[in-house]
């Protein structure tokens, strides 16, 4: 395995959704994704409880934490604390089109200040010894044909180790965050030229891969993929990963046995005052399109989120699923 590598599968940051127990069960489906946080803000860890914004598993690694932020110094002492808690690299959100991250001046706006942006990438890189990377958009708004080139160019100056790119703009006036993760076009090929622009930096494509396909077409041109809402919504696509991607056998042999090896650490955290649906909120997608998906998601959705809800909640779901895969086995 090359250097290039360890960002051929990776997936992505998704607010309120790769919190630490997703990252956790995504590891059971996959040893060798790159999983990444939520963005946490520079001022958040500056200012903030640390423990409860950086604290992770250590079964999550290889793990990257997403900074958000524009002033050098602080998203510098940011990268330095993520780095002490253990992260494997240091991601920046320029990305996000969200009305709040422009209103604190990050996020996709700074694809507007490619040398703002540069000055953030090497402060972070004079502190960290980690990989710094920039995850951003090919443009936003009415921004010409190469913006993506300048804005590359000044941020692999400056050391970033790797590019993330969602192949569409970000509109940040007249578009939600929602509308902006769909409505602009993909353009997987400017991502691709990207590439072929800088050959010796790591070019991720993010946006709209949905399935093992479809990313297997891309690792052609591209050095790896970022998937979101598909492995999110469809967790099970995850299984693949290892053997389709990295040569290596799954770590789980069925959905089954990963939510099983999933219990250990909810019974942990339970014990902890971990809320059950905290957890298991992000395994409702696991049996989809299986004999009792259906029951499986309302048992949980409606019994987990109770107060003091218990293992036995979930174990009681698994076993609507059973029960349907019986029934429907042949003979």
């Known amino acids: 395995m090359n250097e290039f590598d ?4 990776c997936i992505a940051p998704m607010m309120d959704w790769t919190d630490r127990h997703c990252r956790v069960f995504h590891r059971l489906l996959s040893r060798h994704a790159r999983l990444y946080t939520e963005m946490v803000t520079a001022a958040a860890i500056l200012h903030g409880d640390r423990k409860r914004l950086l604290g992770f598993d250590a079964s999550e690694h290889p793990v990257a934490v997403q900074l958000g932020g524009s002033e050098p110094a602080d998203l510098a002492e940011a990268a330095a604390i993520a780095a002490d808690f253990g992260y494997d690299e240091i991601n920046l959100n320029i990305g996000c089109p969200s009305e709040r991250v422009q209103s604190g001046a990050f996020g ?16 972070m890189k004079a502190r960290v010894r980690l990989p710094v990377t920039v995850k951003c958009r090919i443009g936003v708004d ?3 044909s190469d913006t993506l080139s300048i804005f590359a160019g000044q941020v692999v100056a400056a050391g970033a180790d790797a590019l993330v790119v969602h192949a569409r ?13 769909s409505i602009p076009p993909l353009d997987y090929a400017r991502v691709r030229a990207l590439k072929r622009e800088c050959p010796d930096v790591p070019v991720v494509l993010n946006g709209g891969l949905t399935d093992v396909a479809q990313m297997r077409a891309e690792l052609a041109h591209l050095d790896g993929v970022m998937v979101g809402r598909a492995a999110y919504q469809e967790p ?3 299984l693949d990963v290892d053997p389709i991607f990295f040569g290596a056998e799954a770590p789980a042999a069925s959905r089954h046995a990963a939510l099983e090896a999933f219990i250990p650490y909810v019974e942990a955290r339970l014990a902890e005052g971990v809320p059950l649906g905290a957890m298991t909120r992000h395994v409702l997608g696991l049996f989809n399109a299986l004999p009792g ?14 107060p003091g809800a218990g293992i036995e909640v979930l174990w009681q779901a698994i076993g609507l699923v059973r029960e349907r895969e019986l029934v429907q086995a042949p003979g």
């Open 108 to 123: 996709a706006c700074l694809m507007r200040e490619p040398e703002l942006v540069a000055d953030c990438v090497a402060a």
């Open 6 to 9: 360890r960002w051929r599968l």
């Open 293 to 306: 998906a259906r029951a499986f998601r309302r048992h949980l959705a409606t019994e987990a989120v109770r």
């Open 142 to 144: 009415d921004q010409p």
């Open 169 to 181: 703009k970000a509109w940040l006036k007249g578009l939600s965050p929602r509308e902006n993760r």
């Open 236 to 238: 099970a696509l995850l």
